[in-house]
């Protein structure tokens, strides 16, 4: 059909400018910098596409939503909503056929199908007249009583249901006739009503209705409709546009109240099986989730149409037996009626589809020149709201905020970041029931995967680089908060804390940003405790705890080395990197190209930033067992002072990997990888770079060079070196493979590199950390204090990284909320206040530290 009309098929879309649908894409499957034409359902700020309008932002998409489409009357140009109407209430008399049945009575209702298995209307339209016909005829069981439906709304979903229930023999009440009639009718028709606001909405305080006042100040009024009309209604077709200011029509509360027996039923139905309850089924054509019927929280599907809501125990039974209502709510009616709603979706928007083709997503809106008709329904556009739907935004975070706040006498944790190492800190809060966490990410998914897990846990959408009044505002309502973001934000997160006077807690180093935040902290009065993950963290306490007892015991300090890293457990090491990511991969990568100093038998060793580092690394072999080198990490020097061991000679921090894992970094050193300068050639809107084009740029040569002079010239540039061409190639980077967007070369080779380094369902990782400290007795013996940590991750659970950063991060922050560190200021966990409390804790949680002592002459 399309290719006769001219259209060219193809499955790849990445070359249009405009993609034209009618329900939401698949996030994952949304091209950057595009035109998007469907329905989002985000201008209410619905709750279940706020994750597809973060991603349609966060691409720069500019969106345009039929929904807001109206021509110069104000009428909407692309509405489905007959069609919907239409298909909903024939699927209603087919779903109440079913219930009928299950309720012991074979109606005539039992003739009409879901709307999807007609050819087109007509046919369908048969089918209820047939049903219509056996009515008229008085087939309708007695003991069911006169039937009633009563529709909502007075547009075009509602006109379209009244189109089908007119094909029954049908006879039009006023609302308030409806008790009449559903009592004493007639049971060789069926009787409808049809609802506006006038016949429910009153004012709170005198119960009158106004409509203009109604329009600007919905608030003031509330909805009889459940005393009034519903409990003499037997199905409702709801058609309302529902907007979060206004009166509910149904609450769970009456759901519960309208399910209970009705004692004249059972005395009019002698003799035969009693209907449970008068509101046998809701139709919500609407499908707002959460809306104008609230206790309808999930939409049902084409394929599985119907569900009962048991409003007692508040659950959806997935079936058309059993206690509570039957509900339909398929939120793509128009899709049972394929020709028709095409045919009509073709011809309302076809006169704007010619700009909506000249759109270009990547110039600013002021650059094009759009009709006000499609303008005014750009939602998104170059990675902002349009200023018309800023107020999404506000509503989120007023719905955000009262969910926080919903519960009292609750301690509130704000968790920023739902990354690799987050997991445990959730898991170790939440064991106390009254503290509630709030996980805040920028990647809205990660977090709800993170909060689905544990009871008391909100999952919310943070971009903490964009959105600082959100998050001043997510600091003032939380007690405390724990930054597992990337430690750039740290300093910025703490300036909010020190305005609101929340206390706070990292895992990462005191870095000099957040030292110079120093007085404001004790101004603030508040307390921040930084270093508290496994390294910093772990490998400052079990120092201290070491050197505080030598001190006591009289002796003195002459050597500190203390290396730690996080690998893949060894049978996981099945690449040439013999690595895997346990922990934000661009700190990683980035840590590769750090200066070092550190002490050696009292000389100062420096190494300079860039990759020398890579070039330093040796071989330890303290655990012979596991194939094992090191690298110095920072600058060691300066925790003489902090650690109290000015006598040490030999002072030095460093990093584990198992061998190779120098010489592969290598290789990206040398090819200039390791390069954190902003790169345009990377961030092209449309076009994506190779890695074969981008080694050539890095190495000034021309890409359109033959296969085996690339592989020549790179392998020159990698030292001329086999082991790192093969992990090249292994890595995919001597191809046309892309190179995945980001704005730094580095941090593509991160991106790039995570999805081939990462760990598989049931693989785990493992860390290990060594302390080796030189005591002298005061009767000169020498002693070599080798304290040992090994951990492995949990197949399918927690990895070793995340139970050694995320515990102590969460003991530091439950000792905060408790009282049990009331210290202010900048805080690390060297004093014996927090590191005693926090290894206990951290043995609790399971952590075996192994210490040994060799003494040497
Ligand atoms: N002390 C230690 O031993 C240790 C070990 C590992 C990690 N860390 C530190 O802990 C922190 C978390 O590490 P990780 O491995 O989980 O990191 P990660 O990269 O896996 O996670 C970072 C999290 O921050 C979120 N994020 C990024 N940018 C954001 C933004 N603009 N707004 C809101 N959210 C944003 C990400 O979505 C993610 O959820 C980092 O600071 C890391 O350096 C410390
Ligand atoms: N050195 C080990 C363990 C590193 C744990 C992460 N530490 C981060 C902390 C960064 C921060 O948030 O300040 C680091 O970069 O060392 C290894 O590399 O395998």
């Known amino acids: 059909f399309y290719m006769k009309a001219g ?24 091209i950057p910098r595009k035109t998007y034409a469907f329905f989002s359902h985000t201008i209410k700020a619905q709750e279940a596409n706020m994750g597809l309008l973060d991603d349609l932002l966060n691409k720069e998409v500019r969106l345009i939503d039929y929904e807001k489409m109206v021509d110069t009357n104000g009428y909407r140009i692309v509405a489905f909503g007959q069609w919907a109407g239409v298909a909903g209430m024939i699927n209603i008399l087919h779903g109440l056929g079913l219930r009928f049945l299950a309720l012991g009575h074979h109606t005539p209702f039992m003739h009409i199908g879901m709307a999807h298995n007609y050819r087109n209307v007509s046919q369908a339209i048969q089918a209820v007249r047939d049903c219509g016909y056996e009515i008229s005829m008085g087939l309708m069981p007695r003991s069911i009583g006169p039937l009633t439906f009563c529709f909502t709304g007075t547009g075009n979903v509602s006109k379209g249901a009244q189109d089908m229930i007119n094909e029954l023999p049908v006879e039009y009440v006023e609302p308030h006739e409806l008790k009449d009639v559903s009592e004493t009718g007639d049971m060789n028709k069926v009787y409808a009503t049809v609802l506006s606001r006038r016949h429910h909405l009153v004012r709170k305080s005198d119960g009158n209705y106004d409509p203009m006042e109604y329009e600007n100040h919905p608030e003031l009024y509330t909805s009889h409709f459940r005393t009034s009309v519903a409990p003499y209604t037997t199905c409702l077709i709801n058609g309302i546009y529902w907007d979060p200011h206004t009166p509910r029509l149904l609450r769970r509360l009456d759901a519960q109240r309208l399910i209970r027996p009705l004692k004249s039923l059972s005395a009019l139905n002698e003799g035969s099986p009693a209907l449970p309850h008068k509101l046998l089924a809701i139709c919500d054509i609407s499908a707002d989730t959460g809306g104008s019927i609230e206790f309808m929280t999930e939409c049902t599907t084409i394929d599985k149409p119907f569900c009962i809501y048991d409003a007692d125990q508040h659950i959806d039974h997935d079936s058309v037996e059993g206690n509570g209502i039957l509900m339909c709510s398929i939120d793509n009616l128009p899709a049972q009626l394929p020709i028709e709603a095409t045919e009509y979706f073709g011809d309302r928007l076809f006169p704007y589809i010619w700009e909506m083709l000249l759109s270009d997503a990547t110039k600013s809106l002021n650059e094009e020149e759009f009709s006000p008709q499609v303008r005014d329904a750009i939602i998104t556009s170059n990675g902002a709201l349009t200023p018309k739907f800023e107020y999404i935004e506000k509503m989120r975070e007023k719905r955000e905020k009262a969910q926080i706040l919903k519960r009292t006498g609750m301690k509130r944790v704000l968790l920023l970041g739902s990354g690799y190492v987050s997991g445990p800190v959730v898991e170790y809060l939440s064991r106390d029931e009254g503290t509630q966490v709030t996980v805040a990410s920028v990647l809205l998914k990660q977090a709800e995967e993170l909060a689905a897990r544990y009871p008391n846990t909100i999952p919310i959408m943070l971009d903490a680089s964009s959105q600082e009044g959100h998050l001043d505002s997510l600091v003032t309502d939380h007690d405390l908060v724990i930054s597992m973001l990337p430690y750039s934000f740290h300093p910025i997160v703490a300036k909010h804390c020190i305005r609101r006077k929340v206390n706070m807690v ?14 404001s902290v004790e101004e603030a009065g508040i307390t921040i405790v930084n270093e508290m993950g496994l390294d910093p963290g772990i490998d400052h306490m079990l120092a201290m705890e070491c050197i505080e007892q030598a001190k ?3 002796c003195t300090v002459e050597s500190y080395s203390s290396f730690c890293g996080g690998l893949p457990a060894p049978e996981c090491s099945d690449n040439p990197l013999r690595y895997k990511f346990s922990w934000s991969p661009y700190g990683v990568l980035l840590n590769t190209m750090n200066p070092a100093v550190f002490l050696r038998d009292g000389e100062v060793v420096s190494i300079p930033a860039g990759g020398t580092l890579m070039d330093s690394a040796t071989a330890m072999d303290f655990f012979p067992g596991f194939s094992l080198e090191g690298f110095p990490n920072r600058d060691s020097t300066k925790y003489a002072e902090q650690y109290g061991i000015q006598t040490a000679h030999t002072l030095i921090r460093g990093t584990l990997r198992f061998k190779g894992f120098s010489k592969a970094m290598g290789g990206f050193v040398k090819l200039g990888l390791i390069n954190t300068d902003p790169n345009p050639v990377l961030l092209h809107p449309t076009s994506t770079i190779s890695w074969k084009e981008l080694l050539c740029h890095q190495m000034g040569l021309s890409s359109s060079m033959s296969p085996e002079a690339f592989e020549e010239a790179v392998y020159k540039q990698v030292g001329e070196d086999q082991f790192r061409m093969d992990t090249l190639r292994w890595l995919g980077m001597l191809s046309d493979d892309a190179v995945p967007h980001a704005d730094t070369i580095l941090a593509s080779l991160a991106k790039h590199l995570e999805a081939k380094l990462s760990f598989a369902k049931g693989e785990r990782d493992l860390i290990i950390m060594r302390n080796d400290v030189g005591i002298r007795h005061p009767t000169g013996e020498l002693e070599m204090r080798q304290i040992s940590l090994v951990v492995y991750g949990e197949l399918n659970g927690f ?14 922050a439950r000792m905060v909320l408790d009282g049990e560190i009331s210290r202010k200021g900048l805080l690390v966990p060297m004093t014996n206040d927090i590191y005693g409390l926090a290894l206990a804790r951290l043995k609790e949680e399971g952590l075996h530290i192994i210490s040994k002592s060799i003494l040497q002459e």
Do not use: C, N
Request: net charge negative; glycine share 6%; hydrophobic share 45%.
């Open 7 to 30: 259209a060219v098929i193809q499955e790849d879309i990445s070359e249009a400018s405009l993609i034209v649908g009618v329900k939401r894409p698949p996030e994952e499957k949304v």
């Open 506 to 519: 990292t895992a990462s180093y005191l870095s000099p940003a957040m030292k110079e935040l120093q007085s």
């Open 799 to 812: 990895s070793a990284m995340a139970k050694t950063v995320g515990y102590p991060a969460a003991i530091a």
């Open 552 to 554: 006591a015991d009289g």
